[in-house]
């Protein structure tokens, strides 16, 4: 999650507790009601930053070259991505594609800088999309909503030509790395390596470090993201786990956890001192980290 995405949370939330406490209703009772009607305008902050459901970044500006496309989910939004393939024909056809999953606050152009690492770099074929209700996507965010809206992009890149044959690889950030572990874990045997960055086991476990006045009501929320559960069952995908140890947002035990329960043989740990919940990407060692990965992991992976 993005700071400023939690503080607007926090002020949000006391903000609408004493509206609803000056007309009567208790503090209790407005907490309760707030974190179940409002939990997704809380965890899905796509306004954030100014400008974001209007304005959208492009590869042009990374000086890569894209497509601009939309499709549609079975529940009939309009999804926008960027497909970004190599130029040189043999790594765009038989090289990698990454699916970035993005975090909760911004939209896809805000990862451009990740995106433009993963092409020029480590050279992978790079898809960037922006979930239902964020950036140009039509509708609002939910946990249904994005798995469908994730699952639309996985099945447009294995039936796109020039790269359903190329190794996918999963990407995501902190929420985003919730949404990748989910694709990670329903196709196993399409998928050439998963890697998570500062991702929380589950939404009620993290309620209690960024919303402390809620701990005692997360039985009311009712979107989990149990990734906890999921990378249980991943057992025969090479994992990459990125941990900034001063993460302010998600508690690096969250990611410890993760990484102690995923079943993958082929599981790294990688930390990173002084790296905050947003920082992380930018320390030193960190693209070195994903490279190794590839190199040591991936190429084993039999598709």
């Known amino acids: 999650m993005d700071p400023s995405s939690i503080d607007w949370s926090v002020r949000m939330l006391v903000r609408t507790i004493k509206i609803l406490s000056a007309t009567g209703v208790s503090c209790v009772g407005a907490l309760a009601v707030i974190l179940y009607f409002a939990q997704s305008a809380l965890i899905y902050p796509s306004n954030i930053p100014p400008g974001s459901r209007t304005e959208v970044q492009t590869p042009k500006s990374y000086d890569l070259p894209y497509e601009d496309v939309t499709l549609e989910t079975e529940d009939g939004e309009k999804i926008k991505l960027f497909v970004m393939k190599q130029t040189d024909p043999e790594l765009r056809l038989n090289g990698r594609t990454v699916i970035i999953c993005c975090a909760n606050a911004g939209n ?64 995501g950030q902190s929420l985003g790395g919730a949404v990748a572990i989910y694709l990670a874990d329903k196709h196993q045997d399409e998928v050439a390596g998963l890697i998570v960055e500062n991702t929380f086991r589950s939404i009620p476990s993290l309620i209690p470090s960024v919303l402390p006045v809620a701990r005692y009501f997360t039985f009311l929320c009712h979107q989990t993201w149990p990734s906890e559960e999921l990378i249980s069952k991943i057992s025969n995908i090479p994992v990459l786990l990125l941990s900034g140890l001063n993460d302010e947002i998600v508690p690096p035990s969250h990611m410890k956890y993760l990484y102690e329960h995923c079943s993958s043989p082929s599981k790294v740990w990688r930390q990173f001192a002084n790296a905050t919940h947003n920082e992380t990407y930018m320390k030193d060692g960190y693209w070195t980290s994903i490279i190794d990965f590839s190199n040591d992991f991936m190429d084993k992976k039999t598709l």
């Open 108 to 171: 896809m152009g805000h990862r451009l800088p990740i995106a433009s690492a993963f092409y020029k770099i480590l050279q992978y074929n790079v898809i960037l999309f922006s979930y239902r209700g964020y950036g140009l996507s039509t509708g609002k965010p939910n946990e249904v909503g994005l798995k469908i809206d994730a699952e639309t992009v996985f099945k447009h890149v294995k039936a796109d030509p020039e790269l359903k044959d190329t190794g996918i690889v999963l990407y």
